[in-house]
Protein backbone atom coordinates (compact mmCIF):
# COMPACT_ATOMS: atom_id res chain seq x y z
CA UNK A 1 0.00 0.00 0.00
CA UNK A 2 1.23 3.55 -0.46
CA UNK A 3 0.65 6.18 1.98
CA UNK A 4 0.82 10.18 0.82
CA UNK A 5 1.35 12.75 3.59
CA UNK A 6 1.06 16.33 2.90
CA UNK A 7 2.78 19.65 3.96
CA UNK A 8 3.06 22.84 3.93
CA UNK A 9 -0.54 24.56 3.94
CA UNK A 10 -1.62 27.44 6.39
CA UNK A 11 -2.39 31.17 6.47
CA UNK A 12 -1.30 33.55 4.39
CA UNK A 13 -2.22 37.26 3.32
CA UNK A 14 -2.90 37.90 -0.27
CA UNK A 15 0.14 38.12 -2.17
CA UNK A 16 2.42 35.69 0.12
CA UNK A 17 4.07 32.17 -1.00
CA UNK A 18 3.31 28.51 0.05
CA UNK A 19 5.01 25.80 -0.82
CA UNK A 20 3.08 22.32 -0.47
CA UNK A 21 5.07 19.15 -0.38
CA UNK A 22 3.51 15.92 -0.73
CA UNK A 23 5.98 12.86 0.34
CA UNK A 24 5.15 9.22 -1.12
CA UNK A 25 6.13 5.97 1.27
CA UNK A 26 5.03 2.43 0.85
CA UNK A 27 6.76 -0.37 -1.78
CA UNK A 28 6.82 2.11 -4.82
CA UNK A 29 8.95 0.61 -7.65
CA UNK A 30 8.11 3.37 -10.09
CA UNK A 31 6.33 6.65 -10.16
CA UNK A 32 3.77 7.60 -13.22
CA UNK A 33 2.19 11.34 -13.27
CA UNK A 34 2.04 13.49 -9.97
CA UNK A 35 -0.45 16.39 -9.77
CA UNK A 36 -2.34 18.64 -7.55
CA UNK A 37 -6.27 19.67 -7.36
CA UNK A 38 -7.85 21.85 -4.96
CA UNK A 39 -11.15 22.03 -4.02
CA UNK A 40 -13.01 25.20 -2.22
CA UNK A 41 -16.74 25.32 -0.28
CA UNK A 42 -19.66 24.16 -2.32
CA UNK A 43 -17.38 23.96 -5.59
CA UNK A 44 -16.07 20.41 -7.48
CA UNK A 45 -12.72 19.06 -6.70
CA UNK A 46 -10.20 20.95 -9.79
CA UNK A 47 -6.76 20.13 -11.15
CA UNK A 48 -4.28 22.79 -10.71
CA UNK A 49 -1.24 21.80 -11.44
CA UNK A 50 0.76 18.43 -13.39
CA UNK A 51 3.62 17.59 -13.60
CA UNK A 52 4.53 14.03 -16.04
CA UNK A 53 6.89 11.44 -15.71
CA UNK A 54 9.10 13.10 -18.43
CA UNK A 55 8.78 16.64 -16.21
CA UNK A 56 6.19 17.92 -18.94
CA UNK A 57 3.91 20.31 -16.57
CA UNK A 58 0.80 21.91 -17.43
CA UNK A 59 -1.32 24.54 -15.25
CA UNK A 60 -4.83 26.09 -14.33
CA UNK A 61 -5.64 29.12 -16.11
CA UNK A 62 -6.17 30.79 -13.12
CA UNK A 63 -2.56 30.21 -11.53
CA UNK A 64 -0.62 29.59 -14.42
CA UNK A 65 2.49 32.26 -13.96
CA UNK A 66 2.02 32.10 -10.05
CA UNK A 67 2.16 28.34 -8.99
CA UNK A 68 5.46 26.44 -10.04
CA UNK A 69 5.04 22.52 -9.80
CA UNK A 70 7.91 19.85 -9.21
CA UNK A 71 8.85 16.58 -8.49
CA UNK A 72 11.87 14.68 -6.77
CA UNK A 73 11.60 10.90 -7.80
CA UNK A 74 14.07 10.37 -5.41
CA UNK A 75 12.30 11.42 -2.08
CA UNK A 76 9.03 10.27 -3.51
CA UNK A 77 7.53 13.89 -3.29
CA UNK A 78 5.97 16.15 -5.30
CA UNK A 79 6.03 19.93 -4.66
CA UNK A 80 4.02 23.14 -5.57
CA UNK A 81 5.21 26.02 -4.78
CA UNK A 82 2.38 28.97 -4.91
CA UNK A 83 3.69 32.81 -5.14
CA UNK A 84 1.22 35.75 -5.19
CA UNK A 85 -1.69 34.17 -3.45
CA UNK A 86 -5.05 35.21 -3.86
CA UNK A 87 -8.26 35.17 -1.77
CA UNK A 88 -9.82 33.06 -4.20
CA UNK A 89 -6.39 30.50 -3.77
CA UNK A 90 -8.44 29.52 -0.86
CA UNK A 91 -9.46 25.63 -1.06
CA UNK A 92 -8.31 22.12 0.31
CA UNK A 93 -5.33 21.09 -1.74
CA UNK A 94 -4.57 17.32 -2.27
CA UNK A 95 -1.74 15.92 -4.25
CA UNK A 96 -2.49 12.69 -6.91
CA UNK A 97 0.30 10.39 -7.52
CA UNK A 98 0.55 7.34 -9.86
CA UNK A 99 2.60 4.49 -8.65
CA UNK A 100 3.37 1.33 -9.66
CA UNK A 101 3.27 -1.52 -6.62
CA UNK A 102 3.99 -4.19 -8.73
CA UNK A 103 1.65 -4.85 -10.58
CA UNK A 104 3.22 -3.73 -13.53
CA UNK A 105 0.51 -0.61 -13.75
CA UNK A 106 0.00 2.92 -12.24
CA UNK A 107 -2.38 3.06 -9.75
CA UNK A 108 -3.54 6.60 -8.33
CA UNK A 109 -3.11 7.62 -5.07
CA UNK A 110 -4.41 10.62 -2.97
CA UNK A 111 -3.29 12.55 -0.42
CA UNK A 112 -5.64 13.50 2.83
CA UNK A 113 -5.39 17.03 1.91
CA UNK A 114 -4.05 20.35 3.55
CA UNK A 115 -6.19 23.27 4.23
CA UNK A 116 -4.60 26.86 2.42
CA UNK A 117 -6.15 29.75 3.61
CA UNK A 118 -5.44 33.36 2.07
CA UNK A 119 -6.65 36.65 3.49
CA UNK A 120 -7.17 39.78 2.11
Known amino acids: QVQLVESGGGLVQAGGSLRLSCAASGSILSFNDMGWYRQAPGKQRELVAAITSGGSTNYADSVKGRFTISRDNAKSTVYLQMNSLKPEDTAVYYC??????????????WGQGTQVTVSS
Open 96 to 109: LIGADTGSRRFTNY
